[in-house]
């Protein structure tokens, strides 16, 4: 592997939303136009990441981290700017994200697979290997409605873990989930990590864990970039700022 070939290059996004504010008919119909309020929640990032390289991201809630993930999954079209993922395919591990509700936990396996790119033929290969890691038993054929947001956890990690992609982005998703499951995908992340190959943003409020695991911190501050450098140095910009 070439240690200067790019994996991730993201230059000047900008990512904007109007928020979404409940109303009756009655209000909407006589209460005076007001300004349509956009929320910036990228302004103007750029940074790039090496293949094999892992990035967690940092920032207080509101920061940005997760717009900037779905846009990098491609479930965000940015405002402007520009994602460029060198043809390397990606998944996201997100509660909320991902599923339909209304089918089983084994029929969202398979259209999660798909939706990465995986042909039917291989992912029901993988489907023993998926349910058995997942741990849900019978639950895996009940609606996935029906499920807790640890089950909901499991499921998704099960799938990203063991369909594994180029680029894999994480949304909190280890923190989820009972202590031991919690070992064990954190184990199995350990793994997938250590494969040079494979290039890994994670966005976590857990410190240990991106010191522990990350090679780069970014730090979101209201959508801006504040800092990109080793965990050590942005890790304790990052405390020094919230504990002021």
């Known amino acids: 592997m070439k240690m200067d070939e790019i994996a991730v290059e993201v230059t000047d996004l900008c990512i904007d939303y109007i928020p979404y504010k409940k109303t009756s008919i009655h209000k909407s119909l006589f209460k005076p136009k007001s300004k349509i309020e956009v929320v910036h929640a990228v ?13 967690g991201i940092v920032g207080k809630n509101g920061s940005g981290k997760s717009s900037l993930l779905r846009a990098i999954a491609g479930i965000f079209v940015p405002n402007s700017g520009r994602i460029d993922l060198k043809q390397n395919s990606v998944s996201l591990l997100s509660i909320g994200v991902g599923f339909l509700p ?13 939706l990465l790119g995986f042909d039917e033929k291989f992912i029901r290969e993988k489907m023993d290997e998926i349910i058995s890691f997942s741990e849900l038993g019978q639950f895996i054929d009940y609606p996935v409605r029906t499920y807790s947001s640890g089950m909901y956890s499991k499921l ?21 989930g009972d202590e031991r499951f919690k070992k064990k995908s954190y184990t ?51 405390r020094d700022f919230m504990n002021r």
């Open 43 to 55: 302004k103007n990032l750029s940074f790039s990441l090496e293949k094999g390289e892992i990035l």
């Open 156 to 176: 998704a990690f099960s799938i990203t873990a063991t369909l594994e992609t180029d680029i894999i982005l994480i949304d909190e998703v280890l923190s989820v």
């Open 102 to 114: 209304e089918i089983t936990g084994r029929e969202n396996i398979l259209l999660s697979g798909m």
């Open 188 to 238: 199995k992340m350990k793994s997938l990590i250590n494969d040079t190959n494979r290039t890994v943003i994670i966005v976590s409020h857990s410190m240990n864990t991106l010191e522990t695991l990350c090679s780069k911190i970014l730090w979101l501050n209201d959508g801006e970039r504040i800092m990109m450098d080793s965990p050590p140095t942005v890790i304790k910009a990052y």
